[in-house]
């Protein structure tokens, strides 16, 4: 009987979808080894966010109120504290910019053995395993915690978002706790690029541009006009977040972003191997690219050979009409 605990991951009080990811990891513990999942919210806005948890089967919701924003610092004691005094063996999250960032200090203070970036969970002679992709997602290896407590963070593509369930788990505050570290961290602000597009990791269509786009103004005015027609997210190669045509918080990739939509549509991209780390989940895939022989042609489900400059407009002019 395993119990997992899911630290949610919230937005201005609002549950992002990550954390629905995390919550099918969990189910994907619990129905492995018997057991159950509780969801812990912490920080500002927890409290309005709990009603909205209540609804993924949870055992039961904690609830730890903290003002201001997020801080690891401040969240990683409170959810190491709960982990110790509720008896929890496994912590899951979404291998996010969050889950990423707060796991690790949270294992550092259980001294737990972590398992990041898990595509599938199994069970092998009684024990967890975790599947993880390794050396840009060359090689799937198969890993085991020996640790008592065991912190997890799972890749969103792969842990489909939990469906709500139709009875509501009960909420229960829990105290917030604090350390020497964390007090020597305050949050003064964040600054968030607003736009009115999907965010690239849950976007259900991502068109992405590489080097071939050649300007910051060759991506605004002839792939953003695709990009828009689809109601789609914006990504780019390396290359192109290197060379400043567009910022690198759109990079798709090993070192980027991992995504994993219905549709990935990759204009003047070549499909290095660092890219396709990060995209090669993606249910539909298609590549613009003048080179027939081009890695991306590798992954690609539809292939135009085509030199993007010419046929990316009409590709737009299309899907708008498909689309009115
Ligand atoms: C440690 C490490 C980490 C990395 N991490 C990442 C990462 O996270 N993400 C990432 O993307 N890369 C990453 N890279 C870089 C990666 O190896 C490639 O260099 C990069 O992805 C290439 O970007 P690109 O495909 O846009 O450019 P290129 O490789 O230059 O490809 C451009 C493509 O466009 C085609 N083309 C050119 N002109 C046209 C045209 N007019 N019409 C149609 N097609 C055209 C060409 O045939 C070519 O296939 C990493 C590299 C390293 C070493």
Redesign the pocket.
């Known amino acids: 009987m395993t119990k997992v605990l899911v630290p949610a991951e919230l937005l201005d009080g609002n549950v992002r979808s990550h954390t629905l990811s995390a919550i099918s990891a969990a189910r994907s513990i619990t129905e492995q080894t018997g057991g159950s999942y509780d969801v812990l919210a912490v920080g500002e806005g927890a409290s309005s966010a709990a009603p909205a948890l209540a609804a993924y089967g949870a055992e039961k919701v904690l609830v730890a109120e903290l003002a201001g924003g997020y801080c690891a610092e401040a969240y990683a004691p409170t959810v190491a504290e709960v982990t110790r005094t509720g008896g929890y063996a496994v912590l899951v999250a979404c291998a996010s910019t969050y889950g990423k960032d707060l796991m690790p200090r949270v294992a550092a203070r259980l001294g737990a053995g972590i398992a990041s970036d898990v595509v599938a969970i199994g069970i092998e002679d009684g024990r967890l395993t975790y599947r993880r992709p390794m050396y840009?997602g060359n090689v799937l290896a198969t890993l085991r915690l020996r640790s008592g407590v065991q912190v997890v963070t799972v890749r969103q593509s792969e842990f489909a978002p939990a469906q709500a369930t139709a009875s509501a788990s009960p909420v229960q505050q829990t105290p917030i706790q604090t350390d020497a570290a964390a007090e020597r961290v305050e949050f003064i602000g964040i600054e968030s690029v607003k736009s009115a597009r999907p965010e690239l990791t849950e976007a259900r269509v991502v068109v992405s541009g590489?080097?071939?786009l050649k300007s910051a103004d060759n991506f605004t005015s002839v792939l953003e006009p695709l990009v828009d027609a689809f109601g789609a997210a914006m990504g780019?190669?390396?290359?192109?977040c290197d060379a400043g045509y567009v910022p690198g918080d759109l990079?798709?990739?090993?070192?980027?972003k991992v995504v994993a939509p219905d549709l990935y549509v990759a204009?003047?991209?070549?499909?290095?191997?660092?890219?396709l780390?990060?995209m090669s989940g993606s249910k539909v895939i298609v590549a613009?690219?003048?080179?027939r022989e081009?890695p991306?042609a590798q992954v690609a489900d539809y292939f135009l050979c085509?030199?993007?400059?010419d046929v990316v407009g009409e590709l737009t002019e299309a899907v708008k009409a498909l689309k009115s």
């Open positions: 840009a590489g080097r071939a780019a190669s390396r290359a192109a990079q798709v990739g090993q070192t980027g204009v003047g991209i070549s499909g290095a191997i660092q890219h780390a990060g613009i690219n003048k080179d081009a991306i085509a030199d993007l400059f």
